[in-house]
């Protein structure tokens, strides 16, 4: 995700807080395991499996993304389910 996208993405969610909760729910579930253990100790996903994802979804990993495409991918994860 290049720096632009991600600053197109802050403002969206700025203007739209619900979907920011929607994606942060999402996004739990790609963290790595045991984030706590490396840095950044943030629960961030691996970045092979970061690439993967983008390139399958949108053909390069360094694609940019808009908000709206995050918030639909993020919404569609949130209704399967897993684990269950």
């Known amino acids: 995700m290049?720096?632009?996208s991600?600053?197109?993405i802050v403002a969206y969610f700025l203007r739209r807080p619900f979907d920011?909760?929607?994606?942060?729910?999402?996004g739990w579930r790609l963290?790595?395991?045991h984030w706590w253990?490396?840095?950044?100790?943030?629960?961030?996903p691996d970045q092979k499996y970061w690439d993967f994802r983008m390139k399958t979804a949108f053909g390069d990993e360094h694609a940019n993304v808009e908000a709206r495409d995050v918030v639909?991918?993020?919404r569609w994860s949130?209704?399967?389910?897993v684990g269950k």
């Open 20 to 26: 920011a909760v929607a994606v942060g729910r999402a």
């Open 2 to 4: 290049t720096p632009t």
């Open 37 to 44: 253990r490396t840095r950044p100790y943030l629960p961030l």
């Open 31 to 33: 963290r790595r395991r």
């Open 6 to 8: 991600r600053s197109a």
């Open 78 to 81: 949130l209704r399967q389910r």
């Open 72 to 74: 639909a991918a993020a």
